[in-house]
Structures are given as C-alpha cells and as structure tokens.
C-alpha cells in the first residue's frame, strides 16, 4: 500500500496540515507532555552541570530516549498521515531500546565509579546497530492497520521484549553486586535505592508495553478514555 497522503480514517489534518488533536484523548496530553518536558529539561540541567562527566552523559542519553519515545507515541496518536504514523511506529524500537541500554550502563558506572569494559560496550553497540538496520524492515513492523491507524510489530520485538526482560535482571544483578564493595550503610543505601528506582522505572515501561503491543488495547484504551472524559465533563455540568 503506498500511503503518502493517505489519512486516518478518523482524522482530518486540522492543524499544519499534519496532525488531529481531537481523536487523542486529553488525558494523554495532560500526562505525558509535562513528562516529556520536565524529563528532557532535568537530563539538560544535569549534562551542562558537568559535560564530560560520564554519569551526567548517560543521564542525559536516558532522558533525550524517553522523551523520545514519548514524542513518537504523541506522533502516532496525533498524526493523520498514514506515513508519518507508519516512520512513528518503526522508529519507537530505537528509542525504547536506548533506554534500556543507557539505564544499564548508567547504573553501573553510578555505582561502581568506573567505565564498562570494552566487550560490554561491543554488546550493546550491536544490538543498537541491528536495530538501526531493521528498523524500515518488516522485521520491525510487519504491516499498517488503516483502520486502526497503528503499525503491527514484526519479529524483531519478540526479541526485544526478553531482552528488556534480561536488562531488568541485569539492573538488579549490577546493583546488589555492588553492595559487597560497599561497607558504610550509607554506601549501602544510596546502592539500593538507586537500583530499586531504576529497577521500578524500566519495569512500569516495560510492563506498560507489553500490555500495549501484544494485548493491542489502543482502540479501547481510547474509548475508555474518552467515556471518562464524558462522564467528568457530565458530572461537571450537572
């Protein structure tokens, strides 16, 4: 199918010619743009703090992915062209496993005041480098639902969800590891709790999309969201 200029069945492209506010519902505005905003201004005040310590870096590198991330799933809610839609859904693989990538190697250089070897620094670069390659393929996304207007995930992601699955193992193992070389409770402490808040963020991310991709709930997500809204703004003029 060749979707340029093709539209969303249930968007009109009101504003720049692109996007449709009014089929996203606006709960989803509310959350995850202040998100996205204070995500990427927090990882830029703590980059320029210090620009070439590597923690600052990674930081850095972990919210520019998650608010990433979150501007390619406004994107595929909001935009009523087929094509954009479509580079949205294909793009999301990039972002989401930067985020795990960056997450991993912040913890550890956090934690253990030193850098990861060259092998682990190979590892990830491959797998980031494998996803750049088949990120247009069907590996990534298998096809497009016009009616739906959402892509259909390819075989690629069912290695990206185990594999997410192995980093939230890795985030636990990288941070009670760490406790052995750590005699002050303090030390003991600030190890804990920094595993236990990146082990809780990846795993609400991660249990979010799975949810999202192999229940494929957009649709009734949507509507639910939408008879909430209905019923507030009842209750409201009531």
């Given amino acids: 199918i060749i979707m340029n200029e093709l539209l969303c069945l249930d968007s009109i492209p009101s504003v720049l010619g692109v996007f449709d506010f009014s089929i996203a519902p606006p709960l989803l505005f509310y959350s995850y743009i202040p998100i996205m905003l204070l995500t990427i201004f927090v990882g830029f005040l703590i980059f320029v703090g210090e620009k070439r310590n590597i923690v600052n870096q990674l930081f850095f590198g972990i919210s520019l992915a998650f608010s990433l991330w979150i501007l390619s799933v406004l994107v595929q809610w909001t935009a009523s062209q087929a094509d954009i839609v479509m580079f949205a859904w294909q793009m999301l693989v990039v972002f989401e496993i930067a985020i795990y990538i960056f997450s991993l190697y912040f913890l550890f250089v956090f934690l253990n005041k030193k850098d990861i070897t060259f092998f682990y620094k190979g590892i990830g670069a491959t797998i980031f480098s494998a996803c750049i390659i088949l990120l247009p393929t069907a590996f990534n996304i298998v096809g497009f639902d016009i009616v739906n207007c959402e892509g259909a995930i390819g075989e690629l992601w069912h290695f990206i969800y185990p594999m997410e699955a192995l980093c939230l193992a890795g985030i636990l193992y990288i941070g009670f590891s760490s406790l052995k070389s750590r005699k002050e409770k303090k030390q ?30 957009t649709k009734h997500l949507s509507n639910i969201i939408k008879n909430i809204n209905i019923l507030l703004n009842y209750k409201n003029i009531i």
């Fill in 188 to 217: 003991k402490s600030e190890a804990i709790f920094a595993t236990i808040g990146m082990f809780l963020f990846l795993s609400i991310f991660f249990f979010f999309n799975i949810i999202l991709f192999l229940t494929k709930p």
